[in-house]
């Protein structure tokens, strides 16, 4: 299973009716339910992989050290197994920035994932391209931000503990 972060597992910040990251480790907060989902999930066998688009790191609006210590930090308290990072910002056309599903690949090859059979959860257009064009069945967050989009999910739910449900009871238990 392939999650978003902001969004998804912490609050985005909204600025101006857009969501951006937080930008310092004082900044994040765990959406209710997240830490409990992510736990039934691991529990069902499932391996979970943040994948995020990082740019405020290239922008200079927070350093790399204070996003990898934020990846620590819920690597230590959340059932994560691994996050993927991409530092990039659009210009820089890289493989890895979502809705490339570059983040996803790599992480199937090092890891034996099959991601045809995998999910990705995501609150964003570029998360729902990214699944769809690795092959995974799609689920989109409401993270109560409205962003246009033509890319449609598979399916859409309120939050993280809505699509472990849904995934839950599609599955049977079983990744």
């Not at 930008?23 to 499932?46: K, S």
Request: hydrophobic share 40%; charged share 25%.
């Amino acid at each position: 299973m392939f999650l978003d972060r902001d969004g998804v597992i912490n609050r985005a910040l909204i600025r101006d009716g857009k969501p951006h990251a937080p930008l310092t480790q004082g900044d994040v907060d765990i959406v209710p339910g997240v830490p409990d989902a992510l736990l039934q999930l691991r529990r069902a066998g499932f391996l979970l992989i943040v994948v995020t688009n990082q740019p405020d790191v290239v922008r200079l609006q927070a350093s790399r050290g204070t996003i990898d210590a934020i990846h620590a930090h819920m690597l230590q308290t959340l059932a994560i197994d691994d996050v993927r990072v991409c530092y990039h910002d659009d210009g820089a056309r890289c493989a890895c920035r979502k809705p490339s599903p570059g983040m996803l690949y790599a992480a199937a090859v090092e890891r034996d994932i099959q991601l045809a059979g995998s999910y990705l959860v995501g609150d964003r257009w570029r998360d729902i391209e990214a699944g769809q064009r690795a092959g995974c069945m799609t689920i989109l967050v409401d993270a109560g931000h409205s962003e246009p989009t033509s890319i449609e999910p598979d399916v859409r739910l309120r939050d993280l503990s809505q699509a472990a449900a849904w995934i839950l009871s599609r599955n049977e238990g079983q990744p």
